[in-house]
């Protein structure tokens, strides 16, 4: 009898992609975010009218960029009120206040 025979097939493709090297855990999704309710007037020196990306999730880091209402961004993780989202090739964290999503976080 094969190996193959006492596995089901979830199992195989679990651990075929271990074979393989995959990157992705086995039920991992794509999840998206959608940036919403921010001010419609910008101003940097207020912090209104765009939503921060920081190098760790706190409002006291270092900004890295910014997302307007309508961006759309990655979310990787979450940490209290902060998603891990990507921003031009790189991630950061933003309030998830300002992000709509159904990921599940």
Do not use: K
């Amino acid at each position: 009898m094969s190996f193959r025979a006492f596995l089901p097939v979830a199992a195989l493709t679990a651990v075929a992609g271990l074979w393989i090297g995959a990157s992705t855990p086995a039920g991992a999704q794509y999840c998206e975010g959608t940036v919403h309710g921010l001010s419609g007037r910008y101003n940097l020196a207020t912090g209104s009218g765009f939503l921060a990306v920081r190098t760790r999730p706190n409002s006291s880091s270092r900004m890295i960029g910014q997302l307007f209402n309508g961006d759309h961004t990655e979310i990787f993780d979450r940490r209290g009120n902060w998603y891990q989202v990507e921003i031009g090739g790189r991630t950061g964290w933003a309030n998830a206040r300002w992000l709509r999503n159904d990921c599940g976080y």
